[in-house]
C-alpha cells in the first residue's frame, strides 16, 4: 500500500466499518496513486447459484462499487468523501465457486466536482476478467 500519509490507514479503517464490506468479508489490499484493490473470500452465503457455487452478481458489484470508491479517495487531490453517481458493469462470466475474488480499480480522471473511474473483478485467473465496470463519483472536497 503505497501511501504513508495517512490516508491508507483512514482509508482502511473507513472500509472496515461499512456493514456491506464487513458483510462480504472485504479486506484493502491495495491503496496508491489514485487506486485501489479489495479482496474478499468466496463463502457459500455469497452464492447466488446454489447448483454451481457461483457467486452473487450482487456481491460482485459491490465489490466494484467500493473498490472504485476507494480509488476516488486514492486520488493525489485528496478528497474527503466519495458517493456513486453511476456504475456501469459488464459481466464477462462466471466467477470460479471457492477462489478469491478481487476488484481493482484507478480513478483516471477527476474535475471539480465528479470523478471517473475504471474496474476490474477478477478471480485467480487474472487473464480473463470476472466483470469490468466504469463509474463516476461524487467528489467532497
Same mark, same amino acid.
Given at each position: 500500500? *503505497?501511501? %504513508?500519509? !495517512?490516508?491508507?490507514?483512514?482509508?482502511?479503517?473507513?472500509?472496515? /466499518?461499512?456493514?456491506? @464490506?464487513?458483510?462480504?468479508?472485504?479486506?484493502? $489490499?491495495?491503496?496508491?496513486?489514485? =487506486?485501489?484493490? $479489495? &479482496?474478499?473470500?468466496?463463502?457459500? &452465503?455469497?452464492?447466488?447459484?446454489?447448483?454451481?457455487?457461483? $457467486?452473487?452478481? !450482487? @456481491?460482485? =458489484? *459491490?465489490?466494484?462499487?467500493?473498490? !472504485?470508491? /476507494?480509488? @476516488?479517495?486514492?486520488?493525489? &487531490?485528496?478528497?474527503?468523501?466519495?458517493?456513486?453517481? =453511476? #456504475?456501469? $458493469?459488464?459481466?464477462?462470466?462466471?466467477?470460479?465457486?471457492?477462489?478469491?475474488?478481487?476488484?481493482?480499480? &484507478?480513478?483516471?480522471?477527476?474535475?471539480?466536482?465528479?470523478?471517473?473511474?475504471?474496474? #476490474?473483478? #477478477?478471480?485467480? %485467473?487474472?487473464?480473463?476478467?470476472?466483470?469490468? *465496470?466504469?463509474? =463516476?463519483?461524487? @467528489?467532497?472536497?
Amino acid at each position: 500500500m *503505497a501511501q %504513508d500519509d !495517512g490516508r491508507t490507514k483512514a482509508a482502511h479503517d473507513f472500509l472496515t /466499518a461499512l456493514p456491506h @464490506v464487513k458483510a462480504l468479508g472485504g479486506r484493502l $489490499i491495495a491503496f496508491g496513486e489514485a =487506486s485501489a484493490e $479489495i &479482496e474478499m473470500d468466496w463463502r457459500e &452465503e455469497l452464492v447466488g447459484d446454489p447448483r454451481t457455487g457461483v $457467486i452473487h452478481g !450482487g @456481491v460482485v =458489484s *459491490a465489490l466494484m462499487d467500493t473498490c !472504485g470508491g /476507494a480509488a @476516488v479517495m486514492a486520488h493525489p &487531490e485528496k478528497p474527503v468523501g466519495t458517493a456513486t453517481i =453511476s #456504475l456501469r $458493469i459488464d459481466y464477462m462470466r462466471a466467477a470460479t465457486p471457492r477462489q478469491k475474488l478481487r476488484a481493482r480499480a &484507478e480513478c483516471f480522471h477527476m474535475t471539480r466536482n465528479v470523478a471517473f473511474v475504471r474496474a #476490474l473483478a #477478477l478471480d485467480d %485467473d487474472e487473464t480473463r476478467p470476472v466483470a469490468t *465496470a466504469t463509474g =463516476s463519483f461524487t @467528489v467532497e472536497r
